[in-house]
């Protein structure tokens, strides 16, 4: 047996950063490439150069296992000894059903871990262009905001143009300019999340009059354009709120608007025609975030549109929204089931360009090719075999699916949030573990928490084969 060589590792972002955790955990050396900290080198959405850096939003989204997709994915996670739900769980903040984390804290604490553990060697600088020929493993985990150079090396490699979509930022605002004689914290059906807060959000109330003013407000407003980019389309999961507004003046009002699950406490009787929910940003509880108002609307008409919320009038910003680019690979076509780019099997892909949606998906995708990487490196070495990836019971294993040949076949590849409907499919139960009978209307939430429970005990058999 001889010792194993190093793998590398580019960018620091979530999926960069769970990848190279997960090698030097398996025991193998790992070089991880984050360019910011190079001075003069920047990104259009990053404003520190900590590692696993959160970007549009402080939240993992819901962390209920059994009836929640994303939920299975923490679960799955966590049993393979992710960083980034460890330091998550670590430092968590209010926020309902859902796990929303400390920014600063998070990418601080992911940022000394790597930098703690001695296989792991941190390097700041940017790759510009494909990686030396003498790096014989690699993983790319760029991320939407992959180095231009960098981008079109792969694309000249693969022989193919990347598809783009908008990802917009919400903003954030001010705790103490928040008005609390208008707004009130619940969560939406009193929902507890991990922290078990059943009033993690802040709501703010319209009435028909507020809200159809508003709307108005959001579809005459000036926007941000960036005409080179303007054939590009819009990931549905991320839509600005004014890109919302113009598919119709109800949309917002079934979206992040929705006025259900929430009771006014001033008023129980009345029914609020629209809600606007704000998220705990931060553990000191001095920041909330706009949930769901990812905006392209420029900064001087977010503050003036924005104080158009009742219990908002008063405002201040921390930060305003802003709009970036995402690009990712056509992976069904250019990637196989190891996440290797079929034209240069040394290089391998993990994260958001790989065509998952969403910082937990980033991540795991990060996460399983650390794992498939360090066994093909441990492999070589006399040590072990290779692995395939998860079975498609599991959530992460039906990531992969999806983005490897799961997608409509003819239909043009888009990116993907982990859902059930990725999962191979159960019939719903009809009677529970003690044979009683489930009323149809529960039914659904019985087959997922079935699905889920088939999902973790498949990737148990798969971490104790591995």
């Known amino acids: ?90 430092h968590q903040v209010p926020a309902g059903g859902a796990l929303a984390v400390d920014r600063e804290g998070f990418s601080q604490a992911v940022t000394a871990k790597l930098e703690a553990h001695p296989l792991v060697t941190l390097v700041r600088e940017e790759i510009a262009g494909l990686p030396p020929g003498e790096w014989d493993k690699v993983i790319v985990a760029t991320g939407p905001l992959t180095s231009p150079a960098l981008a079109e090396a792969i694309l000249e490699t693969t022989g193919e143009e990347s598809l783009s979509f908008f990802d917009a930022i919400a903003p954030i605002v001010h705790a103490d300019s928040i008005d609390f004689d208008i707004a009130w914290r619940q969560s939406r059906y009193d929902k507890a999340g991990p922290g078990g807060d059943a009033a993690a959000y802040v709501n703010c109330p319209m009435d028909k009059a507020q ?21 590009v389309p819009y990931f549905d999961g991320c839509l600005p709120i004014e890109v919302m507004a113009e598919r119709g003046r109800e949309t917002l009002r079934h979206g992040p608007m929705k006025p259900v699950g929430l009771t006014n406490p001033r008023d129980p009787t009345v029914k609020p025609h629209a809600i606007v929910q704000l998220r705990q940003d931060n553990a000191l509880g001095t920041l909330f975030n706009m949930v769901g108002f990812q905006t392209k609307l420029k900064h001087g008409a977010q503050a003036e549109t924005f104080r158009m919320i009742p219990g908002l009038q008063n405002a201040q910003f921390a930060r305003l929204g802003g709009l970036h680019r995402n690009t990712f690979l056509n992976s069904p076509k250019l990637l196989d089931r190891q996440l290797r780019l079929k034209a240069m099997p040394r290089l391998r892909f993990a994260g958001q360009v790989t065509g998952v949606e969403g910082y937990v998906e980033s991540a795991a995708m990060g996460l399983l090719t650390g794992r498939l990487a360090a066994a093909e490196r441990l492999a070589e070495a006399g040590r072990g075999q290779p692995i395939e990836p998860p079975p498609p019971a599991t959530a992460m294993g039906a990531l992969v699916g999806h983005i490897t040949g799961g997608h409509l076949e003819g239909s043009k590849f888009q990116p993907m949030n982990i859902n059930y409907g990725l999962l191979p499919p159960l019939e719903a139960p009809r009677v529970d573990e003690n044979g009683a009978r489930i009323p149809p209307k529960d039914r659904g939430r019985a087959k997922k928490r079935l699905m889920s429970v088939r999902a973790l005990e498949a990737l148990k058999t798969w971490r104790d084969a591995a």
């Open 1 to 90: 047996m001889t010792s194993p060589s190093p793998i590398h590792v580019i960018g620091g972002g979530l999926a960069g950063s769970e990848a190279a955790w997960q090698i030097a955990e398996a025991g193998v050396p790992v070089i991880l490439h984050e360019m910011r900290g190079v001075p003069g080198v920047k990104t259009d959405a990053h404003h520190t150069d900590g590692l696993a850096e959160l970007v549009c939003s402080n939240s993992f989204r819901s962390d209920d296992w059994e009836h929640n997709a994303v939920g299975l994915l923490h679960a799955e996670m966590r049993a393979l000894g992710s960083i980034i739900m460890a330091c998550g769980d670590a």
């Open 211 to 231: 809200y159809d003013a508003f709307i108005e407000a959001l579809l005459d407003g000036p926007k941000a354009e960036f005409k080179d980019w303007e054939h």
